[in-house]
């Protein structure tokens, strides 16, 4: 099992590979700039010759980037949508630049249109948004979403729409997040369920086609399509759920990225280990295993 967490990069990008090595991650997630702002700042070339560096002296693998929160690419608003199509072109240059895997992207609101036209539109945006890049190795991935509000991106075959349609110009591909699965109503709370989703995702998406599962138990109760992060094994999907998804065969490969709370310090290190528990990595009873030590 490849596991991390997202980490910060306050004080430089580099930061976001220090913190991941410290809590003993073997893969990790980060923004590039503020997620909450449309002013994002170049990142200098010091900082991503820092940054690769560092992520490659830890081997951390792979680097996933998740996008600024404002971006809406579905947007029915013109204004809008150029403003979000200008801002992930910067996203896109900036996960370049750090040597980044994947850049995660929230597929957007249909807020003013139907899920269809903000389905192409969204499609659309992430063809302009890429035109004329060199991607160099970078994918994009589409992630489900709880489907809060006007969402799109609720149901895998959504996401597969969007995957399909922008994927004849761009690599792009999905990310999977367990509570937001569980908020839009697919059952991976219970064995049958999680059993039923993966065939799902299989028959919509292509499981191939997972590059990165966002772990996150869920605050939020099964079917509310309301996105509300939990530590793992503590919310409604809980732990016999989680030890599940994380020893099935078929998502075992898949890299678990954490994006759980940080209610008090320490909080992030205990979810990797308790995604290691569960995975059998650690002895239920606490130090980690000969097999972990061993390698
Ligand atoms: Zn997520
Ligand atoms: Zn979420």
């Known amino acids: 099992m490849r596991v991390g967490v997202h980490t910060s990069i306050a004080g430089g990008v580099e930061n976001a590979a220090h913190q991941a090595k410290k809590l003993g991650c073997d893969t990790f997630q980060m923004f590039s700039a503020n997620p909450r702002g449309w002013q994002a700042q170049d990142l200098t070339d010091r900082h991503c010759e820092a940054f690769r560096e560092a992520r490659a002296q830890y081997g951390l693998t792979p680097v996933t980037v998740h996008d600024n929160y404002l971006i809406n690419l579905a947007s029915a608003d013109s204004f809008i949508r150029a403003r979000s199509i200008a801002a992930f072109r910067k996203e896109i240059e900036r996960a370049i630049a750090l040597g980044a895997d994947y850049l995660v992207t929230h597929p957007g609101s249909s807020k003013g249109t139907t899920p269809a036209q903000a389905?192409?539109?969204?499609?659309?945006?992430?063809?302009?948004?890429?035109?004329?890049?060199?991607?160099?190795g970078l994918m994009v991935l589409i992630e489900n979403t709880a489907g809060q509000g006007s969402a799109i991106g609720r149901s895998f075959e959504e996401v597969a729409e969007i995957v399909t349609k922008a994927g004849r110009d761009l690599p792009v591909a999905a990310c999977i997040d367990t509570a937001h699965c569980f908020a839009a109503g697919y059952p991976i709370h219970t064995p049958e369920g999680l059993e039923e989703t993966i065939r799902k995702i299989d028959s919509t998406l292509g499981l191939k086609n997972v590059h990165v599962i966002h772990a996150n138990d869920s605050k939020s109760a099964f079917g509310s399509h309301a996105d509300r992060h939990e530590h793992i094994g503590k919310g409604q999907i809980g732990a016999a759920a989680f030890r599940c998804i994380v020893c099935h065969p078929r998502l075992s490969s898949i890299p678990f990225i954490c994006e759980t709370p940080i209610d008090k310090p320490g909080d992030d290190l205990r979810n990797i280990r308790m995604m290691r528990k569960l995975a059998g990595e650690i002895p239920r009873n606490g130090s980690e295993s000969r097999k972990r030590r061993a390698g």
């Open 119 to 136: 389905i192409a539109n969204c499609a659309q945006s992430l063809r302009e948004a890429a035109d004329g890049l060199c991607l160099d």
